[in-house]
């Protein structure tokens, strides 16, 4: 049982979905330690972090472990979000594979020998590959295709074996395509909902890799973040489960909505680029079940959400 005093430790938590978790773990009770290297965090989002009431930053990177050791001395949970994302993967398999294996395991290691005694870990719907069936069950199957998806699925694997090994209890959430207000558009395949709208606002045509039919499942970042911290306070363990929304939505589709929010005359172009995963669509009943989660934000009101994010930014055409 959590007390006043209790500690989380929350890796990437200067990041866009670790942010969010954040402000949602302190609204739960938790006192809160970030790890982050700040590589990917917005400096205002990290600044308004640093200055919450209980909670504490340290710059530090998950590939050493001294540090890592050193920011969960006195944590009684950690919630490891800090990753690369998956183009850098593509692009930069090694770098992908120390941060995102070697670093959870230094974070697994770490917790294991503080006496940590709970763990929520930072998966991803890239585990099952491009699946023949839908909806997508937590069983699998599974086939990874990238060095991101490989070092996630690898991730559980060994969350598992340290379970077992030093008995912390454990859950890890498997994100479908997390959206909302000031994501970051450098990682394409996780944030194609901004990429979309900022060249929407510009009057641009946003460009469809493919013919538009691939499919994802869209769940907004504050619905993620109440998971993770739904899951923190949990006393389940020892299994993988999906946060989506159990709905898929076309990439045509998205780009037909999102023209109609903004209300600009354009027309998606097509582009050759190759598609990694044809189809996404979560199935959510396990979470239900094990959480009592269900997502609380529709797509429509979602992405009205970011689009007033891009009006009071002070895009010329939101």
């Known amino acids: 049982m ?7 430790l929350v890796t990437g938590g200067l990041g866009y979905i670790g942010s969010h978790v954040v402000r949602q773990v302190l609204d739960r009770g938790w006192k809160v330690r970030v790890l982050d290297n700040r590589y990917r965090s917005d400096p205002g ?34 919630v490891h979000l800090a990753a690369v994302c998956m183009n850098k993967s593509i692009a930069d398999p090694t770098e992908s594979l120390d941060v995102n294996l070697m670093g959870t395991q230094n974070v697994l290691d770490a917790a294991g020998r503080a006496g940590v005694r709970r763990i929520v870990y930072g998966s991803s719907a890239s585990v099952y590959g491009d699946p023949k069936s839908l909806p997508m069950f937590e069983s699998g199957p599974f086939a990874p295709i990238t060095p991101y998806c490989v070092a996630k699925l ?21 994100f479908f395509n997390v959206y909302g207000p000031g994501q970051p558009t450098d990682a394409y395949y996780t944030s194609v909902v901004n990429t979309f709208l900022n060249r929407i606002a510009r009057g641009e045509a946003p460009v469809i890799d493919g013919k538009g039919s691939q499919s994802m499942d869209f769940v907004h970042v504050e619905d993620v973040a109440r998971a993770v911290a739904l899951a923190l306070d949990s006393e389940a363990t020892g299994e993988a489960l999906n946060v989506g929304t159990g709905r898929q939505t076309t990439i045509a589709e998205l780009a037909e909505v999102l023209i109609k929010h903004l209300g600009v005359d ?53």
Not at 46 to 69: F, K, N, P, S, T
Not at 154 to 174: H, I, P, V
Not at 297 to 317: A, C, R
């Open 2 to 8: 959590k007390s006043q005093d209790s500690t989380v």
């Open 45 to 78: 989002v990290a600044r308004q972090i640093a200055d919450l009431d209980r909670v504490e930053v340290i710059e530090g990177d998950v590939r050493y472990a001294h540090m890592v050791e050193s920011a969960t001395r006195g944590v009684e949970a950690v």
């Open 154 to 174: 690898a991730g559980e694997q060994m969350l598992d074996f340290y379970g077992r090994r030093t008995k912390m209890s454990w859950l890890a959430l498997r």
């Open 266 to 318: 354009v027309q998606p172009t097509f582009s050759p680029r190759e598609v990694l995963v044809t189809q996404r669509e979560a199935s959510i009943d396990r979470i239900h079940q094990v959480l009592g989660w269900e997502p609380a934000i529709d797509f429509e009101y979602g992405i009205g959400t970011v689009i007033d994010w891009l009006k009071s930014s002070g895009h010329p055409q939101a």
